[in-house]
């Protein structure tokens, strides 16, 4: 039986919001993740907290969740999401 997920494509920017935001809370709440992303990033939880609110940031964090798909399908299957929900979100907020 094929899997329900709560929405297939995030329909605008704040919906896209979301979805990276729990990306970013599901990075930040793993361990080898959260150190993964801050020594690729050279960001600090500071910075992280100054960024939240920009677009481009949030779809920086799908684009590193995208770049290692182990991770983006653990992601989407925490989330109940399909995993190309990211995808459609990274480009609502790169503004593709």
């Known amino acids: 039986m094929p899997k329900h997920y709560k929405t297939a494509r995030p329909a605008n920017k704040e919906e896209a919001s979301v979805i990276a935001l729990n990306a970013l809370t599901f990075i930040l709440s793993e361990d080898s993740l959260r150190l993964r992303f801050l020594d690729l990033t050279g960001l600090e939880g500071e910075d ?31 989330q109940n999401l399909p995993p190309e929900s990211a995808v459609h979100a990274r480009h609502i907020l790169m503004g593709e």
């Open 48 to 78: 992280v907290r100054a960024r939240i609110a920009d677009p481009r940031f949030l779809g920086a964090v799908l684009d590193f969740l995208m770049g290692h798909e182990p991770d983006l399908l653990a992601f989407a299957q925490e």
